[in-house]
């Protein structure tokens, strides 16, 4: 996927959050899919691109995203959200740090600016992460990273991308 499209999907999240949450909410009520299956599948794209359910998928966590951006979405209310999480959550964000996507950083390109860290809810509250200082831990293979993408999209040199490993 070219930098351009990941832009323009990291731009439309809440739409693609808010289409798969009413289609997973249609398939648990309407359809009577036993939720077991949407915790094995959410548990599953773990493996693939870490936890991105929580933020691009789970009617819950579409209505809290929602509620939270209401009060001011601050920084600190959304890490404590994805610090404590679902069973898909817990799985998926043990995943993060060997999902087969991931977010990279270009090295040559990134003039450490520092705008992800300020943009990402992780390191602008715990300072033992950071996306570009050295010796420091990185957010992205976090267990409360979700995938968000929010980092990728603050980057003005277009260094970080989400990509395979
Ligand atoms: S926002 Fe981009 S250029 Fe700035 S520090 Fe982060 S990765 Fe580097
Ligand atoms: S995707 Fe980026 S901004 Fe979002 S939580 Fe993970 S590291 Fe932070």
């Known amino acids: ?3 351009k499209t990941l ?3 990291i731009s439309a999240r809440r739409v693609v959050q808010g289409v798969f949450a009413a289609a997973i909410y249609g398939a648990l009520t309407l359809l ?3 939720l077991l299956y949407i915790l094995a599948a959410g548990a599953g794209l773990g493996l693939v691109f870490g936890k991105v359910f929580c933020r691009w998928m789970c009617p819950i966590g579409f209505v ?4 939270l951006r209401r009060k001011g979405n601050s920084a600190e209310q959304m890490y404590m959200y994805h610090k404590l999480g679902c069973p898909i959550a817990w799985v998926s964000g043990f995943l993060n740090r060997s999902s087969l996507f991931s977010i990279q950083r270009d090295f040559d390109s990134c003039t450490d600016c520092g705008l992800c860290d300020k943009t990402c ?3 602008s509250l715990n300072s033992e992460y950071s ?3 050295p010796g420091k831990k990185s957010p992205v293979s976090a267990y409360s990273c979700s995938r968000c993408l929010e980092c990728v999209s603050a980057c003005p040199q277009n260094s970080l991308s989400y990509s395979l490993d």
């Open 131 to 133: 996306h570009f200082k």
């Open 121 to 123: 809810y992780i390191t």
């Open 7 to 9: 832009h323009k999907l």
């Open 1 to 3: 996927m070219s930098k």
């Open 64 to 67: 809290i995203e929602f509620l």
């Open 32 to 34: 009577q899919l036993p």
